[in-house]
């Protein structure tokens, strides 16, 4: 897939896999609700097999949101963040209508996401709450002690 990456000021947003920086990745999932107790090589192994786009300010990587998807029926949005140091500077909004706007992504029939406490900025992006969750499902597995 191509590379793209996007400039506005002094910030980037890439989909380059070599500028990832996972030390700063796993930082921060290692504090995030939805990722804290994730053990690295899942984190890894999940960037490896997403399409990710990094979001830095300069060569400092300062967030992220990965893709999972089949780039034509189903995209599942996640593991989105902003490093605190750098909100509410509208760097979030950027990062999703970027991620919206790929050529790649752009078509992609149903998105879904998971967020505590992210409602209104997705919901600026066209998300809503499922409209009838008693017919999803998942099959949810634990990480184990040994992971």
């Known amino acids: 897939m191509q590379i793209i990456e996007v400039q506005k000021d002094n910030f980037t947003i890439s989909t380059d896999p070599s500028r990832l920086d996972i030390e ?7 504090r995030a ?15 490896q097999h997403s399409l990710v786009f990094g979001l830095y300010d300069g060569d400092r990587q300062i967030g ?3 893709i999972v998807s089949d780039y034509s029926i189903f995209a599942y949005l ?35 996401l998971v967020t505590n406490d992210a409602h209104g900025l997705y919901r600026q992006f066209g998300f809503e709450t499922i409209q009838d969750p008693e017919r999803w499902m998942q099959n949810f597995k634990p990480f184990r002690p040994e992971d």
């Open 24 to 30: 700063t990745i796993v930082d921060f999932l290692t």
């Open 33 to 47: 609700y939805w990722a804290s107790s994730r053990p690295l090589k899942y984190t890894e192994r999940a960037l």
């Open 64 to 66: 992220l949101a990965r």
């Open 78 to 112: 996640c593991d989105v963040f902003i490093h605190e140091e750098y909100r509410a500077r509208g760097l979030g909004k950027w990062l999703i209508q970027t991620v919206m706007e790929h050529p790649e992504l752009k078509d992609v029939r149903r998105w879904l």
